[in-house]
Structure formats: structure tokens, C-alpha cells
């Protein structure tokens, strides 16, 4: 995302996805909000107002922003690049979410079809 984006979002109730992991290992759907924007520094103040708590995160860890209009006016999504944890202690910390490689297809099965007069017989 870039600055003029995360501009938009200061104030707005905003979800994220994947959601934040929680201190029991398992996705919470906080609401966020960013509070500040250094342009120079390409980074974004995200504070987690569920819990409590901020997280400095890069331009470069957002993919985009999209509407909630299900929540209404003023509320959005995070897609983050990141995988964002919350401690036990209410601390936030954020890493790279690994990317999958991608699954080849599986081979096509084609077997030999012989027909003995009675039955179809496949050949491996």
C-alpha cells in the first residue's frame, strides 16, 4: 500500500487478514486502526484497539485495503503480507508469511484399456 492509502485509513475500524494470531495460537479478529504515517520511513502505525497495543509495519507489508460495508461506513480490511502475533502480554509483533510453492499438477492416469470378450482390462 502507499502513503495516500494508509492516509485514508487513519481512524477507520479495520480488520485483519489473515487474521492476527492471539496469545493462545489461535486467529483473533481484533479491530485496528492507523494512527500514524511516516512517509520518509515508508511505514504505518497500527494500533489494536480490541487489546491494546501497537505495531510499526512497512508500505511494503500491506498487499491493499478493501471495504467493510457489512460493518458500515468508516471500517476496511488489512490484506497483509504479514502474519501479525499477539503475546500474553498484550505485545504485537508481525514476520513475512512464508510463501506456499505452488502444487504441480497431478500426472494424468491413462492406462492401457484391452477387451478380452468378457471383461475391459486396464494395463498400468
Known sequence: MNHDQFRR????KLRLEPRAIGPDD???????????VDAEHKTATLENLTRGGRL???FD???GYDTDPARGE??????MLWQVRI???GNTSARPIAVRPAVPPA???RPLVLHDGEAERHLT
Not at 9 to 12: E, M
Not at 26 to 36: Q, S
Not at 74 to 79: P, Q, T
Open 87 to 89: 503475546d500474553r502480554e
Open 61 to 63: 507489508h500491506v498487499r
Open 9 to 12: 485509513c487513519i481512524g477507520q
Open 107 to 109: 500426472p494424468e492416469f
Open 26 to 36: 489461535r486467529p483473533v479478529d481484533d479491530d485496528w486502526t492507523v494512527v500514524d
Open 74 to 79: 468508516g471500517c476496511g480490511f488489512l490484506n
Open 56 to 58: 510499526i509495519v512497512g
